[in-house]
């Protein structure tokens, strides 16, 4: 019995020891996500949680398996977008109108990396560290903010009026917001918050853009005609000249004729006396 108890004592003392070299998020502090790698298995597809029981048998081989502690901290990034629509100063001239067609837009943008895609991540961009994350974390920002920025160009040079207005009052989204988290899956807890400091006036812009267009149709039509008209001068013109040019060479060829259009007309030539 002694013995039999003994040997049971062993084998749990000895379950703990495995188990206890097999749970992997004993090196994972609270608020912290472990990522491990092993020469074995590779990368662990599974993000490693404080709280969560997570046991690989291939951990109990020495130096075979190691876990990199990662922390996630919010990213901020400020965005700006201004410009002027197409040809907005030519219109306003045309129509001597002191009128101002630019938009300026601020903005905030604030996101966090998906920690169950932090083993994919540090994969793909060769994260080795925390130091690294922040650098990650850094170029994803200025390449969401470049696609925001992108986008609010395509809404007020689109004279997409109803968006920017919407955006002026309401100072964010939820439309773009969906389009960056499709585009981006890898971030979570999205934010962009905008302060539209000058919006352009659309109307003034879709009127004085219209009277340019008559102008250009009213000088196409002038212009047009004035080139017709020189054309057929040009035409009538060389049409003579072709047919001088024609008579010339006959009247070389045959000096007869000349004599012959001279009875024609009644003149007759001198004779000397």
Known sequence: MRKFLFILLLLIILGGVVFFFGWAQLKVPPGSYGVMRSKTHGLESKVIRDGELHWFWYKLIPTNAEITVFTIEPVKYSIRSSGNLSSGQAYAALAGLDADFSWDISGDLGFSIRPDLLPELTSRESIKNNEDLRKAEQILAERIGGFVIQRLNGYADGENEKTMETLALAGSMPELNREIERVFPEIENLSCIFRVARIPDYPLYQSVKALYRDYLAQQSSVLRTDTLIEAEKRIETRM??????????????????????????????????
């Open 240 to 273: 003579r000249m072709d047919e001088l040019t024609h008579y010339g060479e006959l009247l070389t060829k045959y000096p007869v004729l000349l004599q012959y259009l001279a009875l024609e007309k009644g003149v007759f030539p001198s004779d000397g006396r």
